[in-house]
């Protein structure tokens, strides 16, 4: 068999980068505990030309029932079954309604003024 000698790496044009957030359909537990499968957000902590390892927060489980011990499924980069996690925005919180502002004031003064008296 011949030897093949590579001067420089091979490119690799990897479409996951350890660190990336993706979303993978998988089994996994809901905030109540239950037991559901779809798209769950996790971390990809390790890649390889053919496989891809995406670790979770939550439980998961292999499709015949077992959880994953240490909450990593590993698939293949191009498979239905991954994709980038789509970007979320943050809702800015609300401000509080005037009246509420009002009564948060009063009580803070009625505070300081008992704390006046008591020194």
Request: hydrophobic fraction near 35%; glycine fraction near 4%; aromatic fraction near 6%.
């Given at each position: 068999m011949a030897e093949l000698r590579f001067?420089?790496?091979?490119?690799?044009?990897?479409?996951?980068?350890?660190?990336?957030?993706?979303?993978?359909?998988c089994d996994h537990e809901d905030p109540k505990g239950n037991r559901v499968r779809g798209w769950l957000e996790g971390v990809v902590v390790q890649v390889d030309p053919k496989i891809v390892a995406v670790q979770f927060a939550e439980p998961v489980?292999?499709?015949d029932g077992w959880m994953v011990?240490?909450?990593?499924?590993?698939?293949?980069?191009?498979?239905?079954?991954?994709?980038?996690?789509?970007?979320?925005?943050?809702?800015?919180?609300?401000?509080?309604?005037p009246a509420t502002r009002a009564k948060a004031k009063?009580?803070?003064?009625?505070k300081a003024k008992a704390k006046a008296r008591s020194k």
């Amino acid at each position: 068999m011949a030897e093949l000698r590579f001067t420089t790496a091979p490119d690799r044009d990897d479409l996951y980068k350890v660190g990336d957030r993706v979303e993978v359909y998988c089994d996994h537990e809901d905030p109540k505990g239950n037991r559901v499968r779809g798209w769950l957000e996790g971390v990809v902590v390790q890649v390889d030309p053919k496989i891809v390892a995406v670790q979770f927060a939550e439980p998961v489980y292999l499709t015949d029932g077992w959880m994953v011990p240490d909450h990593v499924l590993w698939c293949p980069p191009n498979s239905q079954q991954i994709r980038m996690a789509r970007k979320r925005t943050r809702s800015k919180p609300r401000a509080a309604a005037p009246a509420t502002r009002a009564k948060a004031k009063a009580k803070t003064k009625t505070k300081a003024k008992a704390k006046a008296r008591s020194k």
